[in-house]
């Protein structure tokens, strides 16, 4: 016996999910996901990585620009779908959508549910300097992330961890995590547990200005904002290099001893004096330029020790 599954997902974060789906004999019906959207330097329109991954199994795939409509909802419907699934799908479910499935819908959620709701869980997670987070399958409701858990998995941040690590750390567990919900579903023994009242954080989508790093704060604080930023959409700190002031952000980093006038380079390593301690540049990556390690980046810039950072 299999699951009748509508899948709705978009980025690389949902792609395993939606193999397991598949690999376990559940039947997906349809997948659902955001149109395909420019990029690259030809600006070619690109489709998602889950609808890439869907036509290689010849998965009928479907791009709707909403779903409050009653078309879609009539559409939605038509699948006969025993469960929807979502991951990272990037567009709000209205209720004629959540309630069309005989056994709701399963959202896959990157956090210890209530903490970091909402659309940069990862992210801020490191950002905040966690010890751990998680996985979570969580049933859908009209509210943002506020359904009950049925199974969750946690996950130590290691101090270094940046969000890309845990990200790729989290997408196998949390592919892993939905089969196993859904087998326990198909089963009937999947429960549901209310979230805890108190303990609710939003994770609210990143901001360019929370993206410049600001040398006068402490040098932990930094540190967990660059591995939380890293690698999209980079922390960054401004700098001339001899052509006038270019954008750098910092892809990795670490903490060390230094003592300076916050945003001055101490040395030829790259450590940066802080409001609080100081920081060493790892690796970094240049207007313009791909990821490099910092010495690459120092050598032949203008950029001499007891350069001020702005």
């Known amino acids: 016996m299999s699951l009748k599954v509508v899948f709705m997902g978009t980025p690389d974060f949902a792609v395993p999910t939606l193999a397991e789906?598949?690999?376990?004999?559940?039947e997906?019906?349809?997948?659902?996901?955001?149109?395909?959207?420019?990029?690259?330097?030809?600006?070619?329109?690109?489709?998602?990585p889950v609808q890439a991954l869907a036509e290689r199994f010849r998965l009928p795939v479907?791009?709707?620009a909403t779903l409050r409509t009653e078309e879609a909802a009539e559409t939605f419907r038509s699948h006969g779908a025993d469960v929807a699934v979502v991951v990272a799908y990037g567009m709000i479910l209205p209720p004629a959508i959540l309630d069309a499935p005989d056994?709701?819908?399963?959202n896959l959620h990157a956090s210890i549910l209530p903490r970091w709701r909402g659309a940069a869980p990862i992210q801020r997670a490191v950002m905040a300097g966690d010890?751990?987070?998680?996985?979570?399958?969580?049933?859908?409701?009209?509210?943002?992330?506020?359904?009950?858990?049925?199974?969750?998995?946690?996950?130590a941040i290691t101090p270094d961890m940046t969000a890309g690590d845990l990200h790729d750390r989290l997408m196998p567990l949390g592919a892993d995590l939905m089969n196993r919900a859904l087998g326990a579903l198909e089963r009937g023994g999947l429960t549901f547990t209310p979230q805890a009242e108190e303990g609710v954080v939003y994770a609210h989508?990143?901001?360019?200005?929370?993206?410049?790093?600001?040398?006068?704060e402490p040098a932990q604080r930094l540190h967990d904002r660059i591995r939380g930023l890293s690698p999209f959409p980079g922390a960054f700190f401004m700098a001339d290099l001899g052509r006038g002031p270019e954008r750098v952000k910092v892809l990795r980093a670490s903490r060390t001893d230094g003592r300076g006038e916050p945003g001055r380079l101490l040395d030829a390593q790259g450590t940066i004096a802080?409001?609080?301690g100081a920081i060493r540049l790892l690796r970094v990556?240049?207007?313009?330029k791909g990821p490099m390690e910092i010495g690459d980046f120092l050598r032949g810039r203008r950029l001499e020790p007891r350069a001020r950072l702005a």
């Open 21 to 26: 789906i598949v690999g376990s004999g559940h």
């Open 205 to 216: 989508k990143i901001t360019n200005e929370e993206a410049r790093l600001d040398w006068a």
């Open 131 to 155: 010890a751990e987070t998680g996985v979570a399958v969580m049933r859908m409701e009209p509210g943002l992330d506020t359904g009950p858990v049925g199974m969750l998995e946690r996950v």
């Open 28 to 48: 997906v019906v349809a997948v659902y996901t955001r149109a395909p959207a420019p990029a690259g330097r030809g600006m070619a329109l690109r489709p998602s």
């Open 62 to 64: 479907l791009t709707p």
């Open 285 to 288: 990556q240049p207007a313009g």
């Open 274 to 276: 802080c409001g609080e």
């Open 103 to 106: 056994l709701g819908c399963l």
